[in-house]
């Protein structure tokens, strides 16, 4: 395989990636108020709060906080 046949499929891997991860970072109401709730009780104690989130990550958690509150956390 050639640099540039490589190159193509990482790209393609990278961007499906990207589109995967948007998904999962779009939250329901419920989550967000749930997050937000679980923050000002339990702090940056992502695992935690991403325990009382089915299907959720604590890194996914934290991305979301650091975007939708980037000047409060």
Same mark, same amino acid.
């Given at each position: 395989?050639?640099d540039?046949d490589?190159s193509?499929?990482?790209?393609s891997?990278d961007?499906?990636d ?7 970072m779009?939250?329901s +109401?419920?989550?967000e108020?749930?997050? $937000?709730r679980l %923050?000002n009780l339990?702090?940056?104690r992502?695992?935690l709060?991403?325990g ?6 604590? +890194?996914?958690?934290?991305?979301y906080? $650091?975007?939708r %509150?980037?000047s409060e956390?």
């Amino acid at each position: 395989m050639s640099d540039m046949d490589r190159s193509s499929s990482e790209d393609s891997v990278d961007s499906q990636d990207d589109v995967n991860e948007n998904y999962k970072m779009v939250f329901s +109401e419920d989550e967000e108020d749930l997050i $937000s709730r679980l %923050y000002n009780l339990l702090g940056q104690r992502w695992a935690l709060i991403a325990g009382r989130i089915p299907g959720r990550t604590a +890194e996914e958690i934290e991305k979301y906080c $650091s975007r939708r %509150y980037s000047s409060e956390y």
